[in-house]
């Protein structure tokens, strides 16, 4: 079954600072994609970046990017320049291309950031 | 675009009663919505995936006859959760794929807070 591991249940930034945030996951598969999902206080999910698993370059938005690592199945996220707006929980998530559909979730990173 | 709506955004009941929540594309048509469930500081739980027109599939240890999914139209899936009780009160979630896009296509609602007491 595939799984997907956050390692570290809470991480601290200072505003305009740079964090990465770890992940990795397990799967059998050739095919799926990767995602990071912010969860602010709101609770609202917001989908931050999202990569192809047959994609060898890094998906980047703006300040986040990705340093994903097939072979070590390994999906970190870095956050450039942190703004106070991206304290929030983090989650890592997994899907693969078949029929399933499911979103794996990791168990989340809670980032506070500094002022 | 592809915004998903839940109603409503809380709701308080007593125990025993039956709840319903409804989870709505507004500005796409949703070939599948799924359903999850999160405790405070925790991660999703996805309890249950939902396909237009036909009865939704549980995951395991999900009571089907718990909590009822219906998704009667392209646009809205409705949970009901049956005969409620305390620990039932959660956080529930819903999010939508987009039909004709890629399966890994979900947009998420802003969640249902239930609180039975």
């Known amino acids: 079954a595939q799984t997907v591991t956050q390692s570290q249940p809470e991480m601290s930034v200072q505003e305009a600072e740079t964090v990465t945030l770890s992940c990795t996951y397990d799967t059998s598969e050739s095919d799926y994609y990767l995602f990071w999902y912010k969860q602010p206080p709101s609770r609202q999910m917001i989908l931050v970046i999202r990569q192809e698993a047959y994609k060898q370059q890094n998906a980047t938005e703006n300040r986040f990017s990705v340093n994903f690592q097939k072979a070590a199945k390994s999906f970190s996220l870095k956050i450039s320049d942190s703004q106070l707006g991206d304290a929030a929980m983090y989650f890592c998530?997994?899907?693969?291309?078949?029929?399933?559909?499911?979103?794996?979730f990791g168990t989340g990173t809670l980032l506070a950031v500094q002022p | 675009g592809a915004v998903v709506s839940q109603h409503p955004s809380w709701v308080i009941c007593k125990s025993g009663t039956s709840v319903k929540i409804e989870c709505r594309s507004l500005d796409f048509q949703a070939t599948t919505m799924f359903w999850y469930r999160q405790f405070p500081k925790q991660s999703l739980m996805l309890m249950a995936t939902?396909?237009?027109?036909?009865?939704?599939?549980?995951e395991q240890g999900v009571e089907k006859d718990k909590f009822l999914i219906n998704h009667a139209s392209l646009t809205l899936s409705t949970l009901t959760v049956t005969s409620a009780h305390p620990e039932d009160s959660s956080f529930y979630i819903c999010?939508?794929?987009?039909?004709?896009?890629?399966?890994?296509?979900?947009?998420f609602g802003p969640g249902t807070r239930l609180l039975v007491l």
């Open positions: 939902s396909n237009e027109g036909s009865k939704a599939t549980y």
């Open positions: 998530a997994y899907i693969d291309g078949g029929a399933t559909n499911k979103l794996i």
């Open positions: 999010s939508a794929g987009v039909a004709g896009l890629a399966v890994e296509t979900q947009y």
